[in-house]
């Protein structure tokens, strides 16, 4: 029973380089979310689906892209890598209906932007 | 808009020591409320919830009640053990169209034996 799994699980780039994070549900929960963990200032929601071909911007959309092409699947992308993104990702989903459904989460993903 | 404050940490307690973390919300409507817990390395484990006024979430000998007339859901145990050494997050779901998960910044239980 795997739950949500991410890769990868540590990562390190440089300034300007890209690359995309994988966040694989087995569910079959239709909504999904990324957020980022920072010291001292809790969990930030980047974007989320709310089901398969969906997506939208949460708090913090600036520098990332998402897809969402599988129900299963949401990608979470870095165009061009900034020090400031610099954080934990962890990716959550659920099955959206109604507020009294918890989210479940992913292990993370530790990257480094050098 | 809404949002959640909770205690500063880190918080260091003796093993069987009372605990108590404060939690504060501020929302609109009537929102749900959750207990997250996160061990060193891992993700966060939802550890109790409550889904409207008066109810007690409880879990592991954690237990946090929703109280509408203060909009807190404080976090307490009994006796602490070193195993709760971890982050403890209180978020809430305001629901709308996305059931987006609003979180306090976390704070930091270190049980020492």
């Known amino acids: 029973n795997a739950g949500v799994t991410q890769t990868p699980k540590f990562r390190v780039l440089k300034t300007g380089q890209s690359m995309t994070l994988l966040c694989a549900q087995d569910m079959n929960h239709e909504y999904m979310y990324w957020y980022r963990q920072d010291p001292g200032m809790g969990l930030r929601l980047i974007h989320y689906s709310v089901g398969e071909g969906t997506t939208a911007k949460g708090e913090v959309p600036d520098g990332y892209n998402v897809s969402r092409l599988k129900k299963q699947n949401f990608l979470l992308g870095l165009e061009s890598a900034a020090p400031s993104q610099t954080s934990v990702y962890f990716c959550?989903?659920?099955?959206?209906?109604?507020?009294?459904?918890?989210?479940?989460f992913g292990d993370g993903t530790r990257l480094s932007i050098l | 808009g809404d949002s959640v404050t909770q205690m500063e940490g880190p918080v260091t307690l003796s093993e069987e020591a009372f605990l108590t973390i404060n939690c504060t919300y501020t929302a609109t409507g009537y929102p749900s409320l959750f207990w997250y817990v996160q061990y060193p390395g891992e993700g966060l484990q939802l550890l109790l919830k409550?889904?409207?006024?008066?109810d007690k979430g409880s879990n592991k000998g954690f237990e946090a009640t929703y109280r509408k007339e203060t909009t807190s859901f404080h976090l307490e145990k009994g006796s602490v053990q070193v195993s709760d050494s971890a982050v403890y997050f209180c978020a809430l779901s305001a629901g709308g169209a996305t059931n987006k998960l609003i979180f306090g910044t976390g704070t930091l239980l270190a049980v020492q034996p």
């Open positions: 409550a889904t409207k006024a008066d």
């Open positions: 959550a989903s659920s099955t959206g209906q109604g507020i009294h459904q918890p989210q479940h």
